[in-house]
């Protein structure tokens, strides 16, 4: 099992550049950064765990600046989204930093995507909230588009781009309807999600890991009548707290990967439970 991690990394956490190559060295497989370019004082959305907003979410730091010194001081260490709210971004941009990132690492980027849960947020990105899901998928369209070997246009919804020269290119070739880095999906379990999951990603990237048993199996279905390869399925339980019988059951499930949580502290806290967690490795 392959076991990577995800932080709040903030203003008040651990460096990228000290936890990367603490990571490394411990050999764990990757590290994924969530997004919020800020949180609204005044807001009406819930936060998704109950009770009150945690601390961090409005002091995260921008994750692809922070990827970015992660993979000038690592060589193997994966690198992630976890994930990208893709509706609040301008494609043609987001694409460039995605396919920069991913090529100065050597492939080493896993592109995250998510919808988001603050609507307050999302609207001062100018994206209302009901269409997040189709933006989304339309965003993705215009990338592979500008990610394409040729010049390739696109005319979407909510977006369109000229046929263009648009280098670097990311590393990984394309696979099925898929261009680009590896690609996740996160949310939860529905007929919607895993149909967008089958349409342009790699998999899916389900928070916490509960209800896999039942779920899995209904998204291996919509992933195969979508003329996907079986094999190619790929699930990743995101922010999990690590025990033996967690992993024993992923195992059972066909799952080679997931995504342990970190705490948003200083360093001395977090590398005490990377040395906790080193004993999943």
Same mark, same amino acid.
Do not use: C
């Given at each position: 099992?392959?076991?990577?991690?995800?932080?709040?990394?903030?203003?008040?956490?651990?460096?990228?550049?000290?936890?990367?190559?603490?990571?490394?060295?411990?050999?764990?497989?990757?590290?994924?950064?969530?997004?919020?370019?800020?949180?609204?004082?005044?807001?009406?959305?819930?936060?998704?765990?109950?009770?009150?907003?945690?601390?961090?979410?409005?002091?995260?730091?921008?994750?692809?600046?922070?990827?970015?010194?992660?993979?000038?001081?690592?060589?193997?260490?994966?690198?992630?989204?976890?994930?990208?709210?893709?509706?609040?971004?301008?494609?043609?941009?987001?694409?460039?930093?995605?396919?920069?990132?991913?090529?100065?690492? =050597?492939?080493?980027? %896993?592109?995250? *995507?998510?919808?988001?849960?603050?609507?307050? &947020?999302? $609207?001062?990105?100018?994206? +209302?909230?009901?269409?997040?899901?189709?933006?989304?998928?339309?965003?993705?369209?215009?990338?592979?588009?500008?990610?394409?070997?040729?010049?390739?246009?696109?005319?979407?919804?909510?977006?369109?781009?000229?046929?263009?020269?648009?280098?670097?290119?990311?590393?990984?070739?394309?696979?099925?309807?898929?261009?680009?880095?590896?690609?996740?999906?996160?949310?939860?379990?529905?007929?919607?999600?895993?149909?967008?999951?089958?349409?342009?990603?790699?998999?899916?990237?389900?928070?916490? =890991?509960?209800?896999? %048993?039942?779920? *899995?199996?209904?998204?291996?279905?919509?992933? &195969?009548? $979508?003329?996907?390869?079986? +094999?190619?399925?790929?699930?990743?339980?995101?922010?999990?707290?690590?025990?033996?019988?967690?992993?024993?059951?992923?195992?059972?499930?066909?799952?080679?990967?997931?995504?342990?949580?970190?705490?948003?502290?200083?360093?001395?806290?977090?590398?005490?439970?990377?040395?906790?967690?080193?004993?999943?490795?």
């Amino acid at each position: 099992m392959r076991i990577a991690t995800t932080i709040f990394l903030t203003d008040e956490t651990i460096t990228p550049v000290r936890l990367a190559r603490e990571l490394e060295e411990r050999g764990f497989a990757g590290l994924y950064l969530p997004e919020h370019t800020h949180i609204p004082v005044s807001r009406e959305s819930a936060y998704p765990a109950g009770g009150e907003l945690p601390r961090e979410y409005g002091r995260t730091l921008d994750p692809f600046v922070a990827l970015g010194q992660a993979a000038a001081v690592t060589e193997r260490l994966g690198l992630g989204t976890g994930i990208t709210l893709v509706a609040q971004h301008d494609p043609i941009d987001l694409a460039k930093q995605i396919a920069t990132l991913d090529h100065l690492s =050597g492939g080493r980027f %896993t592109f995250g *995507v998510g919808y988001g849960w603050n609507k307050e &947020e999302a $609207a001062d990105h100018g994206v +209302e909230w009901a269409t997040r899901r189709e933006r989304t998928r339309d965003r993705m369209a215009l990338m592979r588009a500008l990610w394409s070997e040729e010049p390739t246009a696109y005319e979407g919804e909510f977006g369109s781009v000229r046929a263009s020269y648009a280098h670097p290119k990311p590393v990984q070739k394309p696979r099925g309807p898929v261009t680009g880095p590896r690609t996740l999906v996160g949310g939860p379990a529905g007929p919607k999600l895993f149909a967008h999951i089958a349409e342009y990603a790699d998999g899916w990237l389900p928070i916490g =890991g509960r209800g896999l %048993t039942e779920s *899995v199996p209904v998204l291996r279905t919509v992933w &195969e009548d $979508a003329g996907r390869e079986p +094999e190619a399925l790929q699930v990743v339980p995101y922010a999990v707290k690590p025990s033996p019988g967690k992993l024993a059951h992923f195992a059972d499930l066909g799952i080679t990967e997931l995504v342990v949580q970190l705490p948003p502290a200083g360093e001395a806290e977090v590398l005490g439970v990377l040395d906790e967690y080193a004993r999943f490795i």
